[in-house]
């Protein structure tokens, strides 16, 4: 990069640390500091819940998902409009009137102290893990682009984070994130429109749409039932309903968020802001990939994106496969513009035979590129048997390192870097409050006072920093960041939601009944995403419906009790 584009980025991120911390100067209790004393109004509640879930995996890995695979990943999102409205309804209700600092609380006010403890517990399993997945995807950037070590990487990133969501506690993290989201949809669209400019003069919008979408990277809605298939109308809509009813119904990271609002409408226009924004913003993410694969049919488009693992190869002994497979690839490339270029035509003069025999031909030449590809992958992992062979989330940043213009590659690495400490700061954050409420305060040292427990969310958020960096050094080789991280949390989603939704609806069923039956349908969980096929979006239903149903039946063949347990 160059000297302008690294004092973007560094100007950028010394001002989002310095305004977080600036804007939230004063906790003085475990209130303030974790709830932000309940003040913010729904515009920061909304733009904090959207920068949370907007990680840098989102705009690292999904337009180079669409580029691989299509936008068909947008029906992930089809269900959430739907979970913001049920959530708005009854859980904001249940969690402002029951004024709790986490929403693990309700769970012992409704059963008992071990089944808070158990959601408390997988809370923090995963949102642990997701949350150094969230450090590797900007650290990803700098190794790529300077040759960094990645370890080094990590510890600088994660590090930035940690001290201003130490210092400030909850309000660093929702004021920066407010900032950080003008940021990163401002760079996103710059470099959308930036892109499409790139384009050959001769095409039209409408071409583009036409090579895209006949090249099958504007799938946007899959109506076959199938259990196997990760994106289809059904999935998203009721796997998807189901992530997001966990997601932000039950995951502190996200309850944290909405808690801080300053009454229920403003927490509840928060979260409906979200519903109705957070679909168009993904498309349009989505889109920037599809353009991507326009775009790279008239320009040379790399065999592989990761440039630090060919550059390995070109100066190896496996030098000249690189350049015979990077000649052939390149030459069906080439083949591959013409025939699109034909399918142009075809589509202009309306002639169905023709258009169906060249989207057949650019089918197979496709496929071939891909076996193309494939070998390639088998060369880098002779020449390093460490290689990450997962070039997905480097599509988007080797077109940035490439073709922007300077000043705006600093930009666009700026908006990435904006992402992660967004959403890790609200990871971190989450952690310890968890931590510190619900398992340090509750079972470990009930007697502190406010400045004690401060001190101990300090320390705490300082700990779980430590802890993401250290998952985020064993991040890598785990193919699209954006599927990774939602897999993970379609895990412990499922049964997490279970929990909640038979304590608000499932009167009858006691303490015992809901910890054995979340037990069972954890471990069910993980055996489907061990030794199944099933689709990660249905973990979330099965899950769910596992611990409710089997908490009734636990709970009618147990004894009748005259308490709760």
């Not at 733009?47 to 990943?73: C, H, K, N, V, Y």
């Not at 158990?118 to 997945?133: D, E, M, P, T």
Request: proline fraction near 2%; hydrophobic fraction near 50%; include cysteine.
């Amino acid at each position: 990069m160059s000297i302008i584009d690294w004092l973007v980025l560094i100007g950028t991120l010394v001002f989002i640390t310095w305004y977080g911390i600036r804007k939230s100067r004063g906790s003085k209790n475990i209130e303030g500091y974790l709830l932000g004393n309940k003040t913010l109004p729904w515009y920061t509640v909304g733009l904090s819940i959207m920068a949370t879930q907007a990680s840098a995996i989102t705009f690292l890995s999904a337009p180079g998902q669409a580029f691989t695979d299509g936008m068909r990943f947008i029906q992930f999102y089809f269900g959430l409009p739907l979970a913001m409205v049920v959530l708005s309804i009854t859980v904001v209700p249940i969690f402002h009137r029951l004024k709790v600092f986490t929403a693990y609380e309700y769970l012992e006010n409704r059963f008992d102290l071990k089944t808070r403890s158990l959601g408390a517990f997988l809370f923090l399993i995963q949102r642990s893990l997701a949350a150094g997945l969230t450090i590797y995807a900007p650290a990803i950037i700098l190794s790529s682009l300077l040759g960094w070590n990645i370890y080094l990487t990590n510890i600088c990133i994660g590090g930035i984070v940690i001290i201003y969501t130490v210092a400030g506690g909850t309000k660093a993290v929702s004021y920066t994130q407010t900032g950080q989201m003008v940021i990163i949809l401002s760079g996103m669209a710059l470099a959308g429109i930036i892109l499409f400019r790139m384009l050959p003069d001769s095409l039209s919008f409408g071409d583009v749409i036409t090579i895209a979408g006949h090249s099958n990277k504007l799938n946007l809605v899959d109506t076959s039932l199938e259990i196997n298939n990760r994106y289809n109308l059904w999935s998203g809509l009721i796997g998807g309903f189901f992530l997001a009813l966990s997601y932000f119904g039950t995951d502190q990271s996200q309850v944290g968020r909405y808690l801080s609002g300053s009454s229920i409408t403003q927490s509840r226009l928060g979260l409906l802001f979200n519903g109705i924004v957070k679909i168009p913003m993904q498309m349009a993410i989505l889109f920037i990939g599809a353009l991507l694969y326009v775009f790279y049919m008239f320009v040379p488009q790399p065999v592989f994106f990761n440039s630090v693992e060919t550059n390995k190869l070109k100066n190896s002994a496996y030098a000249s496969e690189y350049y015979a497979i990077e000649s052939e690839f390149n030459a069906l490339q080439s083949a591959k513009r013409e025939t699109t270029l034909e399918l142009l035509d075809a589509v202009k003069s309306d002639n169905s035979e023709l258009i169906a025999q060249k989207k057949e031909i650019i089918r197979s030449q496709q496929k071939s590129q891909e076996s193309i590809r494939n070998n390639l992958k088998v060369v880098i992992k002779e020449n390093d048997k460490l290689a990450d062979t997962n070039d997905v989330n480097y599509i988007f940043l080797r077109f940035v390192t490439d073709y922007l213009p300077v000043g705006i590659i600093g930009l666009i690495i700026a908006v990435i870097f904006a992402a992660s400490m967004s959403s890790t700061s609200s990871e971190l954050n989450a952690l310890a409050s968890t931590f510190v409420v619900d398992i340090y305060k509750r079972s470990l040292h009930k007697e502190g006072d406010s400045t004690h427990y401060l001190n101990a969310s300090r320390w705490a958020t300082i700990g779980w920093g430590v802890f993401a960096i250290g998952i985020a050094m064993f991040a890598g080789k785990l193919g699209s960041l954006i599927e990774a991280v939602n897999i993970l949390g379609s895990i412990f989603y499922g049964t997490i939601l279970g929990i909640f939704l038979t304590g608000f609806y499932l009167k009858h069923v006691k303490g015992n009944a809901v910890f054995i039956a979340a037990v069972i349908a954890e471990c069910v969980v993980i055996v489907c995403y061990n030794f199944t096929e099933i689709s990660f979006l249905w973990y979330n239903v099965i899950g769910c419906l596992l611990v409710m149903i089997l908490a009734m039946l636990i709970q009618s063949i147990s004894k009748p009790k005259t308490a709760n347990p």
